[in-house]
């Protein structure tokens, strides 16, 4: 949002209560994906968003966002078939064709079923080959951070991390500022400012007493696991082969990152998977690649996020836009439903507060 809102010409300061990226987004699974998910529901529209912010991505920060094979077995007489992949990639190329470009990465194919075998050891009962596609995954998190805070012009005092707003300032109905304290000192001041936009994500619900915008009553963590991964492409898998919920597996600093796993957590405020969370995930893991060993594997790192669900009892999860304005006049709360689109979310946004700023 700080960069959308730079591009139209003005100066933002961004205030975070700890680190950047320090919350969901640092923690995401970092697959920039290209929305082949939505053609099994025919949601031909946020295909066409999910394809137009992977472009952006790759376009913009190519050299910290890479190209990402996934490899995805299918199986007979399952939804998760040779037949609906097959389908998949005729529409997507018919619809490339409709809007006269070429996609940014190479296209989806189906590959044999004895090279993914011996490969990935996946179960073999009914397997007819698998899907191979590439999304983009995000290959250093930090660097693209820095370089989009830079591109931003978030330098010199603009840039306040570990400091929380506490307070939102309003004159006369109309936002006039917010009051910020320093975490490691205790000190405060107001910053002054027409316009605020709350983009808290999980907490943006939570602060200035403000019930605007989705419950976060789903926990959702990834995992990395000291264990050495076969191969260079990611592999998504499920408990029962072909049907159900799917899980990636891929290669990170030659370790296995896995993810991503969901569990209820109505009324928490804080990410916080416990040991029974993690092994059930692992327990998970096992039975859709028995033979891998992955519950016996070490857990070298445990990423968490708090998500948007549906309707607040965290059984369903909700990847829409979600986007509030003038609540009080000249504050805003923008919660993003995916990392992918976000870039466009904010881009959105400022077109919508500034219309009359032209892009710089």
């Known amino acids: 949002m700080a960069l959308a809102a730079a591009r139209k010409g003005l100066k933002p300061v961004l205030i975070e209560r700890s680190e950047v990226a320090g919350g969901a987004t640092g923690n995401s699974y970092g697959i920039i994906h290209g929305g082949l998910r939505y053609l ?3 949601d031909l529209a946020r295909w066409h968003r999910s394809r137009r912010a ?18 995805m077995p299918l199986y007979r007489g399952c939804f998760r078939s040779p037949i609906a992949f097959r389908a998949a990639a005729i529409l997507e190329a018919i619809l490339f064709g409709m809007l006269g470009g070429e996609p940014p990465l190479a296209r989806l194919r189906l590959i044999p079923a004895d090279p993914v075998r011996k490969t990935f ?4 009962r009914g397997l007819t080959g698998a899907a191979l596609w590439y999304d983009a995954s995000i290959t250093d998190l930090g660097g693209l951070m820095s370089s989009m805070l830079n591109d931003a012009g978030l330098r010199d005092g603009l840039l306040l991390t570990n400091n929380e707003a506490t307070m939102l300032c309003v004159t006369g109905g109309r936002v006039s500022g917010v009051r910020v304290r320093d975490r490691k000192s205790g000190e405060e001041r107001i910053i002054e400012s ?4 709350n983009c808290a994500g999980s907490w943006a619900n939570q602060w200035n007493d403000q019930r605007i915008g989705p419950s976060t009553a789903m926990l959702a963590f990834n995992l990395l696991l000291d264990l050495p991964f076969p191969g260079d492409a990611a ?3 499920s408990e029962r082969p072909g049907r159900g919920r799917s899980y990636f597996l891929r290669p990170q600093d030659g370790k296995t990152f896995v993810g991503t796993f969901y569990r209820e957590a109505r ?15 692992l327990e998970v893991l096992d039975r859709a690649l028995p033979g891998w060993g992955l519950s016996g594997a070490a857990v070298l790192k445990v990423m968490p996020g708090l998500l948007p669900d549906v309707d607040g009892r965290g059984k369903k999860l ?3 836009d979600f986007v509030s304005f003038n609540r009080p006049t000249g504050f805003h709360t923008i919660v993003g439903g995916k990392l992918t689109t976000a870039p466009l979310l904010s881009m959105d946004v400022a077109d919508r507060l500034w219309p009359t700023k032209r892009v710089a």
């Open 54 to 71: 992977q472009r952006w991505f790759l376009g913009n920060y190519p050299q910290f966002v890479s190209p990402l094979p996934c490899i």
């Open 267 to 281: 009324g928490e405020t804080e990410p916080t998977p416990d040991e029974n969370d993690i092994r059930a995930f």
């Open 40 to 42: 099994q529901t025919l």
């Open 235 to 237: 592999l998504a898998v």
């Open 121 to 124: 050891s996946v179960p073999g």
């Open 194 to 197: 027409d316009t605020v936009v």
């Open 318 to 320: 909700s990847s829409r």
